[in-house]
């Protein structure tokens, strides 16, 4: 607490207040130029004016005094987790505190809420883990030690709490840790999200998954990084609104494609290479021509000397053969877990071992002497790399050895080819080799973000998904040798600084000047002017480059060069930036010792001076590959390798690598601009990457091209707490009385800080916000916490002092009143006699000016009119030369035909032969525009022949629905059939017993009749007139009423008519029976009919599938005659009118007999009600059979059957093929 809390006063950084105010005995700090540290403690022993003796160890030296910088002397080794918490606040006094938590292994501390991160080189126990992310869970920044998972939790809780995007801005230098850093962040953030599901689980192993092929394929081992990052990354994780992990994403920027085929010394290519040597079992490594322990020219460094020794680079890459091993594991395993297959991943190492084949290729060269000579290839490693990546070995060689040159002439185009230089072979192979490794490396990025596709789920309209933003990208580079990556890799950290300082340190100081709080601004850096010379400097490259790809031949790096230094020196700001190089080189580096004066500028950058080499930055601006290599690329038949072509490279011969550079530069900051930001700042103790090795000098560089030094000052100097009002009344209420509740909250809050003596340097108010030092909102907090209070007698003060200030306020506020009006007229009589001398005044003023502007318009009208003059005389003088001009034109065509004449008469011939040529040419284009005609015609048949397969499947499955509705009709009318025969069979039955009640009845009363009938002829007198017996009988009949026998003839005869009735009524009964067997007959016959019918359908629907896929389906349901032989009427029954007959006949024959019998004529008419009841049966038993029929014609799946009785019986009482072609329409428009 003594170190936290002691006065922050004097501070002693140059240029801040109190810098001066030094005095004898106090502890500072001396800059050290020269040395390895940069900073030495020392004793103020004596001051002496602007300067002052300081005692350093053994000496005394004399600084100024605005040089020095206050130092606190720490008895008990306390370090500070927070740099604004430092005593005195300074750049030596950072770095001193840095220093000593890297000692102690604490290797994160704050600078408010940016994380500085310093690399130990070595595995910090118990610094990561699950149990340390548990612990840093729920955990505000402050409250536990600093740590990336802080951070990263404070960011997870905002954007659940918030809903908004956040983002991490991890930067720091090559070899800083900042790929580590990035991978620690998302561990957190993995964990922090949990695995709720199998998807959310998937998605976190293949971020976690993702990190190993991006490094393996992206990183390498330079002078400054065992794993530097080549190339920039955002990961982005998106999250639901639960903070549920729902989906992922990887985007790259500029992948250092040229390091694939050169590096420097001590350096290596990417770690791909030497992974697949150390890891591929030894039958794959044979298969794919290779030896484990050679070290192939694309895998060693450049020679930069002719002692350099083999053996002692072999021994130098000895040192990384476990790591490659172990590494080689993790990258196979990586590859499965995203989603490649065993084949995919062989393709990839067949790729790159084709590329390391056609690596020792480079060493080729030609005899220079001699022009037709071409480059000398080594046959047998260009077959192994053309068999690898599926290439024509001669056609790749020939694409290497000449280039094909096209030659403009009168009306026609040649193309030649050209045996390559050495340089230009070597630059067409290092072309492909890149291409091919950089589109590899895309195609990895994009199965990536593809693989996490797999398990992504679109959010619903009220769900939506939030990021977090993960940038780690390169740091600042000043190498040996500066190209054109470099530069964009510069670009982009002096874009990130600058928006660095526009988002914080600009923000910041905006803040306190629109709360009105006394704040004296101090210079921040801007990088605007670095950032305008590189974007012209990129201009003028793309427009050299694109003239090198159409072909101009003065076009070269050197000019491009020297365009560039010329332009920036005449522009006032960019010549600041942008320099030429010197004639002589002070470093004395071999690389600044080799560039003459047009292959390289100096641009001073933030962090420094940089030499730039512009040599090949043409060829590496233009993203297109050569047109023989791109050719060689798509007709692969190695599928992987054929995928990595690009159809359209020879329509557009310059695509521009810097202005797609900038343009995804900027949609990145419009990214994070949508992001609420989070900062971690990463630094590398030393060059030689070893553990317990603080170097002052290189963190000191670090600290201050990072700006960390500006945002320390302004946090430290200004307020890094800062409260809205409202939030600050209503969170510490209850540590004054409640009378102060009445006050308004600018006052309740200057009495708390008055209560709680809370010093006055350590607040102040804003407009709507309290502001605080560090420290103090933690002490108010505790406070409440503990439940403090505050001193009455203070108390009674503060309300004195509050009443006093009101009363103050009020007195003011009359005497502002009485002072107003007083003011305001005093005001508006100045503003009139202003405007009344200013009135006069131009009045004055104006009026020479209007004579002398009508003076003017005389002289204008004067010249007005002599140059109408002058006009007149010249279109006279045009007109007689134009005369003249005629005449000379008439001599020079009549040359002029002369001359085309005699042209004519001498190049007939040659035109002729070139006539002839362009029919053959002709020709030979209408054989090949046949060709391609065949060739799509053939591609069309093909397609067709498929269409046909697919409606035949199409029709074939419509045809078996068909057929199963068929059946399933067919069982249904077999169903009905059977009960209409049952229904039948007890009909027949009944009338069989009928017929044998009336058969028993009938014999009765012939029995009965035929014994009267006895007896009646016993009786009867002969028939003879003149016989006795008949005399007697007339007699006795005259003389007697009544007969002997009691018989009338009446009855007679009506006994003879019921006999005849009786035997009538069994033949209509046999005739009925001999009916019903016949309507069964042709039932049956109806049903085989039907079965045939259908059995013709069906083979009608295959023979028009066989022969037209697409035919109508009217044609086979209504085919001409088809349905012959079906009567949808029933036969007319003329049984009742032949019995009518039949019954006059009778009673004609037995109209005699009638007179003598008496019987009744009751049987007659029982007899004609039941024959007209079996009529009405087979009426009823008809339609029946009718409905069946007409279920078997109108098929449910077709169309609907007629509801209305009347509409079916007249639907089929007509032509049935008519019928049936008026149904086939109406299916045909249901079908469409």
Not at 948 to 970: C, N, P, S, T, V
Request: glycine letters at 4%.
């Amino acid at each position: 607490l003594k170190f936290m809390n002691q006065s922050c006063d004097a501070r002693g950084t140059a240029g801040m207040p109190g810098a001066s105010d030094f005095k004898v005995k106090d502890l500072v700090y001396v800059p050290c130029e020269g040395k390895e540290v940069p900073f030495l403690a020392g004793l103020v022993q004596q001051i002496e004016g602007s300067e002052a003796v300081i005692q350093v160890a053994d000496e005394q030296l004399r600084f100024p005094l605005g040089e020095l910088r206050r130092r606190f002397k720490r008895d008990d080794g306390a370090t500070c987790d927070d740099n604004t918490s430092l005593v005195h606040l300074n750049d030596a006094t950072i770095l001193e505190n840095l220093k000593a938590r890297h000692e102690a292994d604490d290797i994160y501390t704050y600078t408010a809420s940016v994380l500085l991160a310093v690399n130990p080189y070595k595995d910090v126990n118990g610094l990561y883990g699950e149990s340390q992310c548990k612990r840093y869970r729920g955990k505000h920044i402050g409250a536990l030690p600093p740590h990336p998972y802080a951070i990263a939790d404070t960011a997870y809780r905002a954007l659940v709490r918030d809903r908004k995007n956040q983002g991490f801005i991890i930067s720091g230098e090559s070899g800083a840790g900042k790929t580590e850093t990035a991978k620690i962040v998302m561990e957190y953030l993995g964990y922090v999200s949990g695995s709720t599901n199998q998807k959310t689980e998937q998605i976190q192993r293949r971020v976690q998954q993702a990190q190993p092929i991006l490094e393996s394929f992206g990183n390498a081992v330079t002078m400054r990084n065992n794993n530097s990052s080549r190339f920039g990354k955002y990961n982005r994780v998106f999250f639901d609104e639960t903070g549920t992990l729902v989906d992922a994403s990887v985007t790259t920027y500029l992948l250092e494609s040229s390091r694939v085929v050169v590096h420097a010394k001590r350096e290596r290519t990417y770690h791909c290479f030497y992974e697949m040597l150390r890891g591929l079992p030894d039958e794959k490594l044979s298969k794919l021509q290779l030896q484990r322990d050679k070290l192939y020219l694309l895998l060693g460094s450049e020679p930069t000397d002719s002692q350099d020794d083999p053996v002692q680079e072999m021994q130098w890459h000895a040192q990384f053969k476990e790591r490659d091993a172990k590494l080689f594991q993790h990258l196979c395993s990586a590859l499965s877990t995203v989603g490649f297959s065993d084949e995919e991943i062989d393709s990839i190492f067949q790729v790159l071992a084709g590329l390391v084949h056609l690596g020792d290729l480079s060493n080729a060269e030609k005899d220079e002497g001699d022009e037709a000579a071409t480059v000398q290839l080594d046959d047998q490693i260009l077959d192994k790399a053309s068999q690898l990546l599926g290439m024509d070995a001669a056609e790749l060689g020939a694409a290497l050895r000449r280039r094909k040159v096209r030659i403009q002439h009168a009306g026609r185009e040649s193309l030649h080819e050209v045996p390559r230089t050495t340089s230009q072979f070597r630059h067409a192979l290092h072309s492909l080799i890149k291409a091919l490794y950089k589109r590899l490396f895309e195609r990895l990025v994009q199965r990536i973000n593809s693989s996490f596709g797999e398990w992504r789920q679109a959010p619903e309209e009220d769900d939506q998904w939030h990021q977090i933003g993960i940038l780690d990208i390169y740091g600042f580079e000043r190498l040996q040798r500066n190209s054109f990556e470099q530069l964009c890799i510069n670009l982009a950290n002096e874009r990130l600084q600058q928006y660095f300082v526009e988002n914080v340190l600009v923000a910041e100081q905006e803040l306190y000047k629109r709360e009105a709080l006394p704040w004296v601004g101090l210079p921040l850096p801007d990088s605007t002017p670095v950032v305008t010379a590189i974007v012209q400097t990129f201009k003028t490259l793309d427009e050299y480059s694109q003239q090198l790809a159409k072909g101009f031949e003065k076009t070269s790096d050197e000019s491009f060069c020297q365009k560039t230094v010329e332009d920036s020196q005449k522009d006032t700001q960019r010549k600041e930036v942008l320099r030429p190089l010197k004639m002589s080189n002070k470093r004395g580096s071999k690389a600044g010792m080799g560039l003459a004066m047009n292959e390289g500028f100096v641009v001073k950058h933030y962090a420094g001076l940089v030499e730039y080499n512009t040599k090949g930055w043409l060829d590496k601006n233009n993203d297109r590959l050569l047109v023989e290599c791109e050719e060689l690329i798509c007709d692969s038949n190695l599928p992987f390798v054929a995928s990595l072509g690009e159809s359209d490279g020879g329509k557009v011969p310059f695509r521009s690598i810097s202005k797609k550079y900038c343009a995804d530069l900027e949609n990145l900051l419009e990214t994070l601009n949508t992001c609420h930001l989070h900062y971690i700042r990463c630094f590398k103790p030393n060059e030689c990457q070893k553990p317990a090795i603080f170097h002052e000098t290189l963190v000191m560089d670090q600290l201050v091209q990072c700006g960390t030094i500006e945002l320390v000052k302004i946090m430290h100097d200004g307020y890094p707490n800062r409260c809205p009002f409202n939030e600050i009344v209503k969170r510490f209420r209850d540590l004054l009385p409640e009378s102060f509740q009445r006050y308004g909250m600018r006052t309740f809050i200057e009495a708390l800080m008055l209560a709680y003596d809370v010093p006055k340097e350590e607040w102040a108010l804003g407009m709507s916000r309290l502001f605080l030092k560090a420290g103090q909102l933690k002490a108010l907090e505790d406070m409440r916490t503990e439940g403090a209070e505050a001193d009455p007698e203070r108390l009674r003060q503060i309300v004195h002092d509050i009443i006093r200030k009101k009363w103050l306020r009020a007195n003011h506020a009359i005497q502002l009143v009485n002072y107003l009006p007083r003011f305001l007229s005093a005001l508006r009589t100045a503003r009139a006699a202003r405007t009344l001398c200013t009135r006069a005044l131009l009045i004055g003023r104006l009026q020479p000016m209007l004579t002398a502007a009508r003076e003017k318009l005389r002289l204008r009208a004067q010249a007005a009119r002599r140059r109408l003059r002058g006009a007149v005389w010249t279109a006279r003088l045009s007109v007689k030369l134009m005369q003249q001009a005629k005449s000379n034109r008439r001599e020079r065509l009549v040359n002029a035909v002369y001359l085309r004449w005699l042209l004519h008469k001498r190049l007939q011939p040659a035109i002729q032969g070139a006539r002839k040529r362009l029919i053959a040419l002709e020709v030979k284009r209408e054989a090949e525009r046949r060709r391609e005609e065949e060739r799509r015609a053939a591609e069309e048949k093909r397609r067709h022949e498929e269409e046909m397969e697919r409606m035949k499947e199409q029709l074939r499955k419509e045809y078996e629905e068909k057929e199963r509705k068929l059946a399933e009709a067919a069982a249904e009318a077999k169903r009905q059939e059977e009960e209409q025969a049952q229904r039948a069979a007890e009909a027949q039955a009944q009338q069989e017993a009928e017929l044998r009640r009336v058969k028993e009845e009938l014999e009765a009363k012939k029995s009965e009749e035929a014994h009267r009938a006895e007896a009646l002829v016993n009786d009867v007198p002969s028939p003879c007139r003149n016989s006795p017996s008949r005399q007697s009988t007339t007699a006795e009949r005259e003389t007697s009423a009544e007969p002997e026998t009691g018989v009338s003839a009446s009855e007679v005869k009506e006994l003879r008519e019921r006999v005849r009735k009786m035997e009538e009524n069994e033949r209509e009964l046999m005739s009925k029976e001999l009916q019903f067997k016949e309507m069964q007959e042709r039932i049956q016959r109806m049903e085989e009919m039907m079965e045939e019918k259908q059995n013709q359908t069906r083979e009608e629907m295959m023979r028009l599938l066989q022969k037209q896929p697409q035919a109508n389906l009217r044609n086979f349901y209504s085919e001409p005659g088809a349905h012959e032989g079906l009567q949808m009427t029933p036969p007319r029954d003329r049984g009742d009118r032949d019995c009518r007959d039949r019954d006059r006949g009778d009673r004609r024959r037995l109209s005699t007999a009638s007179i003598a019998t008496n019987c009744t004529v009751d049987t007659v008419t029982v007899d004609r009600e039941r024959r007209k009841s079996n009529v009405h049966q087979q009426k009823l038993m008809w339609k029946e059979h009718r409905e069946i029929l007409m279920t078997d014609l109108y098929s449910p799946d077709m169309f609907d059957l007629p509801r209305n009785p009347r509409t079916r019986r007249s639907s089929v009482r007509g032509d049935p093929l008519q019928s049936l072609e008026e149904d086939s329409k109406r299916f045909s428009k249901v079908g469409r």
